[in-house]
């Protein structure tokens, strides 16, 4: 009987132990300047290697790897212009769904007057909402990816900023459906991209989860979901960032019969926004199934837009780190 009281106090001491430490990790996690984490975690861009590329009439597509010197690998496929003497492009950082990620480029056509990066997620979670155990896995991929990606977005500003044929002052970012929460947190914390583009990105990621639990048949009630979804991207809420992206340009993009994001989450994150912005309310409803048609019409009304972007000076020859 004493050896089992002995055991119980220690089990005791120990649980109380845990219940500290989680306590701490807890307030520490809620207190945590996520920005400063964004940059600490982008670290310095270590090698940007070539693995393969293609001719597309006046454009080069190539894919290549990212790393930095803390660990972060980001896959990604570059969309360029041929050389043209005396000009340097304006460039955009793309960031769609998990799904897509840099497989992006083969939805839109090829860009003749604009370089284009297009980041699969770093790790490439793979994503399974059908039971708890896989929920919870998915769902804890999933945030550590896109919190990865926001580090790895603000990477490849580093690599295009030493890229001869890239208008230094042009690089945009868009972010698509999930791939907004990710443009919204690197557009508001590096001042690098001169204008950031939200595709049916909206205010309370909480409030979005649970709004798709049903249709995405998660393990829980809309409301348990919401909560959850609420604390576990909490670095990733669009409202935290949007209102540091001004001077800088914003547009929403979005369809007020969107399945996915309520229109008022994305009214209400666009008035939390300062000028210059702009709101474009788009036809038809977002589908999630059919991510093509909404990158379409993202790629017609925004990247005509960002490519009139006026020709810098003559490149300078570096190499593919910009050295």
């Not at 979901?225 to 990733?236: A, D, E, S, T």
Request: proline share 7%; aromatic share 6%; hydrophobic share 45%.
């Amino acid at each position: 009987m004493k050896r089992l009281l002995k055991w119980l106090v220690r089990l005791g001491i120990l649980l109380g132990l845990l219940a500290v430490a989680g306590g701490y990790w807890l307030a520490e996690y809620d207190a945590r300047n996520w920005a400063l984490w964004f940059h600490q975690n982008k670290g310095m861009l270590t090698d940007a290697t070539w693995v393969s590329s293609i001719s597309e009439g006046a454009v080069v597509v190539q894919e290549m790897d990212f790393a930095n010197d803390r660990g972060l690998h980001v896959r990604g496929r570059v969309s360029m212009p041929e050389p043209q003497p005396n000009v340097r492009w304006p460039a955009v950082v793309l960031v769609v769904g998990v799904e897509t990620g840099r497989r992006v480029l083969d939805l839109i056509p090829p860009q003749r007057g604009l370089v284009v990066v297009a980041l699969d997620y770093p790790g490439e979670p793979k994503l399974d909402f059908n039971g708890l155990v896989p929920a919870t896995r998915s769902a804890i991929r999933l945030r550590n990816a896109c919190v990865n990606m926001v580090s790895g977005v603000m990477l490849i500003a580093d690599w295009l900023q030493r890229q001869p044929l890239v208008h230094h002052d042009h690089i945009s970012v868009v972010g698509v459906s999930v791939g907004a929460m990710v443009a919204a947190a690197a557009g508001g914390v590096d001042s690098r991209f001169s204008k950031v583009v939200l595709v049916q990105g909206g205010e309370g990621v909480g409030r979005i989860v649970a709004h798709n639990a049903v249709r995405l048949g998660l393990p829980f009630s809309p409301e348990s979901c919401g909560k959850i979804g609420n604390w576990l991207f909490k670095p990733l809420e669009p409202a935290r960032y949007v209102g540091r992206i001004a001077p800088r340009q914003l547009t929403v993009l979005a369809a007020k019969e969107d399945a996915f994001m309520p229109a008022d989450a994305t009214e209400a994150l666009y008035s939390r926004a300062s000028e210059p912005k702009q709101m474009v309310w788009m036809e038809g409803p977002h589908v999630t199934a059919d991510e093509k048609t909404v990158i379409a019409e993202a790629a017609k009304r925004v990247f005509t837009e960002l490519a009139k972007a006026a020709p810098a000076g003559p490149p300078k020859k570096m190499d593919a780190m910009g050295r």
